[in-house]
């Protein structure tokens, strides 16, 4: 087993440090005027003195090699540079959204989780059945819809035809809340985005869930059960459903470290101030070291979330186990 987790970690190891030299390289290799790509296209105003300055600054006048070392220095440091169109550290931007986002795509992806293993579970129980073959249209109907426009039509229904929801932001602007009020406005702002990012979301958890529960119903373990008289409740949450897990936690692992990125489509439409609408402004004004910045973020979520879900399988399966420690 200790052999299988450091395997696993060198490889992540390896993911990251390639994940980390390209988010370096890539910015310097693109063509024409690096300081385009930091400052915007007010750089062709420069003065050459200016020029020189913030080539010192941004150290684009030292070789590649002390360009790149410094690079992991800085990151070592917690360092992910400055944004000179906002004029502030990106690691402070990125650390004012990140709570937000963490609310907005965290909840969906709990929730979504819930509702899908859940339906997932019944639809495959009930294979070929009036139930299976009704939420499976509607679920996959729902997969086909785009995110901005079941978010447009929420606004257009619930925040101006029937104004319950706010349709934009976190909070009520200087509005000035605390305790509970703050607490309400807060989730009030949250519904509509929320709900938007479960029902897109919520289909290909259903689907991962009813396709791994409907390869375990086939097992002989399940005839087993069965045959011993065991009830179909137990048969299904406790035989069924618990060995089909292991491909919903990857999907549930790989959906959460998404998650830190943002959810650009949504938070752009709610003009929620998550990462992903960071990421929207940050493209739109041409804002690129804090669009590098974010990347590099996701990449570190994502590998760790991959870590995670290794760490999680020999618990949902022991035979993980076993081949790990047969390794």
């Not at 992806?109 to 499976?136: C, E, F, M, P, Y």
């Not at 069965?226 to 990857?250: D, I, S, Y």
Request: aromatic content about 12%; hydrophobic content about 55%; glycine content about 8%.
């Amino acid at each position: 087993m200790l052999h299988f987790l450091a395997a696993k970690f060198t490889q992540y190891a390896l993911v990251l440090f390639i994940g980390i030299t390209l988010n370096f390289v890539l910015p310097r290799a693109m063509p024409g005027d690096p300081l385009v790509l930091l400052v915007g296209e007010e750089a062709n105003r420069l003065t050459p003195q200016q020029r020189r300055e913030l080539l010192a600054e941004y150290e684009l006048d030292q070789p590649i090699v002390v360009q790149y070392a410094r690079y992991w220095q800085k990151l070592a440091r917690g360092d992910l540079g400055y944004s000179y169109v906002k004029r502030r550290p990106i690691a402070e931007m990125i650390g004012e959204r990140l709570p937000w986002t963490l609310l907005l795509t965290g909840t969906s992806l709990v929730l979504s989780t819930l509702i899908g293993v859940a339906l997932g579970a019944v639809a495959a129980w009930k294979r070929g059945g009036r139930r299976d073959l009704g939420l499976l249209g509607i679920l996959i109907f729902l997969d086909s819809l785009p995110s901005f426009w079941v978010g447009m039509l929420f606004i257009a229904i619930f925040a101006v035809r029937i104004p319950l929801f706010p349709a934009f932001g976190a909070v009520t602007p200087w509005a000035k809340l605390s305790g509970w009020e703050y607490i309400v406005d807060v989730a009030r702002h949250l519904v509509l985005p929320v709900t938007t990012l479960t029902i897109v979301t919520v289909p290909n958890i259903f689907l991962t869930t009813r396709y791994a529960m409907l390869e375990v119903l086939r097992q002989e373990f399940i005839t087993v059960a069965r045959a011993k008289g065991v009830a179909e409740r137990w048969v299904l949450f406790r035989h069924a459903l618990r060995n089909a897990l292991l491909p919903v936690a990857t999907v549930f692992t790989l959906g959460l470290g998404f998650a830190f990125g943002g959810a650009t489509v949504i938070e752009t439409v709610f003009s929620y101030p998550g990462i992903g609408r960071l990421i929207f402004e940050a493209m739109s004004g041409r804002d690129y070291p804090v669009v590098q910045a974010a990347f590099l973020m996701i990449t570190i979520t994502v590998i760790a979330a991959n870590i995670l879900a290794d760490l999680l399988y020999p618990i949902l399966d022991p035979r993980v186990r076993r081949e790990g420690s047969a390794t």
